[in-house]
């Protein structure tokens, strides 16, 4: 006769009341016996069947290797190829065509280099890496992931709002790129020729002009000293902007400018409609692209006479320049901001990746690759600098304005040299759109992300569409003042206060909390439960020691040599400066004003406080089956002295529990020696 079916797991449900209160705490965890021997037949589905139920949510059998490891509550990327393009779409973005030549072209030249390599490898890749993985240990987004520790979740919220000025005037970069791509739309570029009426006298065309004795006119300027323009540049700043002559003179909206905002807007909620399901099928194309056009461009570049001498001034150090610990300021917030750190978009894209994936080697492989794309612009830009300047006879240092309008002012210029140049101008203009939706589907996701984490029913996370179309929405809507004709203005104040050395603060204080109030030894422990083998010695170092003691110095030497913001001759009025420096600190003090209210209104603060600091209860891996270690529900029940937090249910709900006690009464069956059977029920606590 076949044996009674063998007791494969016990379920140990511990109910703890509260003295004093109708509330309780519940422990439930599920331990298998693990007795099952290689002859014993596989039992029908019954009461003890060993196929396990709900506790593992993807089909996880334990001791088989796991095949898929899905969390089927947020999500997970397609696979790994999707992760690590949407991780390069969202470093390599419109940065590194319009703000590394031109940190580049401000900062010295080659000079800018130095620091720029030394941030990049003391403190770009190791926060890169910390962030991966931070996210990625936690599957949760930037607000959630300070369960490690909740007095900091302040951090979380400086991130969310660092993510959403970006957020706001990255798209109307974006939407100005698909003006110019409506406007390449016709047999002859608008910006080719001086013959339009936004044309002033100085305009000196490139490919030719149509006015009279135009090249005398060239002659007299130069010799004369006065400065020439290009009609790319003149198009940009007459027509595209039509800029008005002070910050605060906002004047009319400019409606194609709108028009295409609100196309840019209804393109990154369509593409993000399904999250990472459907971003992750269209980065396969928009981080690819881009790099054909480029290569095109460079091809052309180089062969264009004084395209030398553009790569020369690109290469050439002035070492004077290394001094000034402004250049040292923007080689650090260029590498936050081209990396993505401390944006919150990286913790949230690791979010949904499996919990084994290989983070340390995507952050190389990332990190290099956006290195490699912003010195390859760089080539690309300052060979069509050098043509340009030649052509003009000036120096390379007065061919173009200062900030994003280099790429609306020395790209187009060097598309009028191309064969068929309005079909390589919808080229290009169409990759920057892609550059820039890139980094923008990622910023999106990320305020989506957290505000879901964040409340967390299932309600919110089936409608989930909804909370993506609401945040589109408000974006779109915050960004109509910088569609006016003061709007360059203002989009550069905030791309110079909003996002740049608030991004220096925000890492420092993350790696201070992981490091030192979570612990090191801790988070190393953390990284190896998740990657098979701890971090690499040099980023224990940077992590603990060499990135926060960088970046709290340049902070320091940046305060120090403040210089106001400037847009080529026009200098910001005093309460512009104001309202930029509130920008920036309306990030950072998040995380002061997080703490505050708690430690005023209650008592006992010290304790409240040590409180705060320790992780939440509910920290580590989402899944079950990577809950192991220090982790593990047994371990967590039966450590002594160890600090758990809990969570009180409500009356109701333990009304109900008490209904079920019978039922959830433990029962024990184990198979004796002679083929006898005994069961030992346990009562409940």
């Given at each position: 006769m076949p044996s009674e079916p063998i007791a494969r797991y016990i379920i140990i449900h511990v109910k703890i009341p509260f003295q004093n209160t109708r509330c309780s705490v519940d422990f439930k965890t599920r331990v298998f016996l693990?007795?099952?021997?290689?002859?014993?037949?596989?039992?029908?589905?019954?009461?003890?069947?060993?196929?396990?139920?709900?506790?593992?949510?993807?089909?996880?059998?334990?001791?088989?290797?796991?095949?898929?490891?899905?969390?089927?509550?947020?999500?997970?990327?397609?696979?790994?190829?999707?992760?690590?393009?949407?991780?390069?779409?969202?470093?390599?973005?419109?940065?590194?065509?319009?703000?590394?030549?031109?940190?580049?072209?401000?900062?010295?030249?080659?000079?800018?280099?130095?620091?720029?390599?030394?941030?990049?490898?003391?403190?770009?890749?190791?926060?890169?890496?910390?962030?991966?993985?931070?996210?990625?240990?936690?599957?949760?987004?930037?607000?959630?992931?300070?369960?490690?520790?909740?007095?900091?979740?302040?951090?979380?919220?400086?991130?969310?709002?660092?993510?959403?000025?970006?957020?706001?005037?990255?798209?109307?970069?974006?939407?100005i790129a698909f003006y110019y791509f409506f406007m390449s739309m016709t047999n002859l570029l608008p910006w080719t020729y001086c013959n339009n009426p936004w044309n002033t006298p100085d305009c000196s065309g490139v490919v030719g002009t149509s006015r009279p004795n135009g090249s005398l006119a060239n002659v007299t300027g130069m010799v004369n000293g006065t400065k020439r323009t290009s009609p790319s540049e003149e198009y940009w700043r007459n027509y595209v902007l039509n800029i008005s002559d002070d910050i605060g003179n906002f004047g009319e909206v400019r409606l194609p400018i709108l028009g295409c905002l609100a196309v840019s807007w209804v393109v990154v909620f369509l593409c993000l409609i399904r999250g990472v399901k459907s971003s992750g099928k269209v980065v396969y194309f928009t981080a690819t692209f881009p790099y054909v056009v480029l290569t095109i461009l460079f091809v052309r570049g180089i062969t264009l006479e004084g395209a030398i001498d553009g790569i020369k001034y690109y290469l050439t150090p002035q070492w004077k320049m290394i001094l000034d610990a402004k250049v040292w300021g923007d080689a650090a917030s260029q590498i936050f901001y081209s990396l993505g750190c401390a944006w919150g978009g990286l913790i949230t894209m690791a979010s949904y990746n499996k919990f084994h994936n290989n983070c340390y080697r995507d952050s190389i492989i990332i990190s290099i690759t956006n290195c490699a794309t912003s010195v390859y612009a760089g080539f690309v830009i300052f060979s069509i600098l050098g043509f340009m300047a030649h052509h003009l006879g000036v120096d390379v240092s007065a061919v173009a304005d200062h900030g994003p309008g280099l790429a609306f002012v020395a790209y187009p210029e060097a598309l009028t040299l191309l064969p068929i140049s309005p079909l390589w101008s919808l080229l290009f203009f169409f990759m920057l759109i892609l550059l820039g939706l890139g980094t923008q589907f990622c910023l999106l996701e990320t305020l989506v992300t957290a505000i879901v984490d964040e409340i967390g029913t299932d309600w919110i996370i089936k409608h989930k569409t909804l909370v993506t179309l609401g945040v589109a929405i408000v974006g779109f809507l915050l960004g109509v003042p910088l569609t006016t004709r003061a709007g360059i203005y203002w989009l550069l104040l905030m791309d110079n206060y909003a996002a740049s050395f608030s991004l220096v603060i925000i890492s420092c204080i993350m790696c201070?909390?992981?490091?030192?109030?979570?612990?090191?030894?801790?988070?190393?422990?953390?990284?190896?439960?998740?990657?098979?083998?701890?971090?690499?010695?040099?980023?224990?170092?940077?992590?603990?020691?060499?990135?926060?003691?960088?970046?709290?110095?340049?902070?320091?030497?940046?305060?120090?040599?403040?210089?106001?913001?400037?847009?080529?001759?026009?200098?910001?009025?005093?309460?512009?400066?104001?309202?930029?420096?509130?920008?920036?600190?309306?990030?950072?003090?998040?995380?002061?004003?997080?703490?505050?209210?708690?430690?005023?209104?209650?008592?006992?603060?010290?304790?409240?406080?040590?409180?705060?600091?320790?992780p939440h209860w509910s920290w580590g891996p989402a899944l079950q089956e990577h809950r192991v270690g220090r982790y593990a529900p047994s371990s967590l029940l039966g450590a002594p002295g160890s600090d758990i937090g809990v969570e009180a249910c409500p009356f109701k709900e333990e009304l109900k529990e008490e209904e079920k006690e019978k039922r959830d009464e433990i029962s024990l069956t184990i198979q004796g020696s002679n083929g006898s059977t005994h069961t030992s029920p346990l009562p409940m606590a």
């Open positions: 693990n007795m099952r021997s290689s002859c014993d037949p596989l039992p029908k589905e019954g009461p003890f069947s060993w196929r396990p139920r709900s506790t593992f949510q993807n089909g996880a059998v334990p001791g088989e290797p796991v095949k898929k490891d899905e969390n089927t509550r947020r999500g997970n990327w397609g696979n790994q190829i999707e992760f690590v393009l949407t991780s390069v779409g969202y470093a390599v973005g419109l940065g590194n065509v319009w703000r590394f030549p031109y940190l580049c072209y401000r900062n010295g030249g080659g000079a800018f280099m130095f620091p720029y390599f030394i941030m990049l490898v003391f403190c770009g890749i190791p926060l890169f890496f910390l962030e991966l993985s931070f996210g990625q240990f936690a599957s949760l987004g930037c607000l959630g992931v300070w369960k490690v520790s909740p007095m900091f979740k302040g951090v979380g919220y400086g991130m969310m709002v660092v993510s959403t000025y970006i957020g706001i005037y990255y798209n109307v970069v974006i939407c201070i909390c992981i490091m030192y109030v979570y612990g090191h030894r801790n988070y190393f422990k953390d990284v190896e439960m998740m990657l098979g083998f701890p971090p690499p010695f040099f980023f224990r170092m940077c992590w603990r020691f060499i990135s926060p003691v960088i970046i709290t110095f340049i902070l320091i030497f940046t305060v120090i040599q403040y210089k106001p913001i400037t847009y080529n001759k026009y200098i910001y009025p005093g309460w512009s400066l104001v309202i930029g420096f509130c920008m920036a600190l309306s990030s950072v003090i998040c995380i002061p004003l997080y703490v505050t209210p708690p430690g005023l209104l209650f008592p006992y603060l010290a304790q409240r406080l040590k409180s705060a600091v320790k």
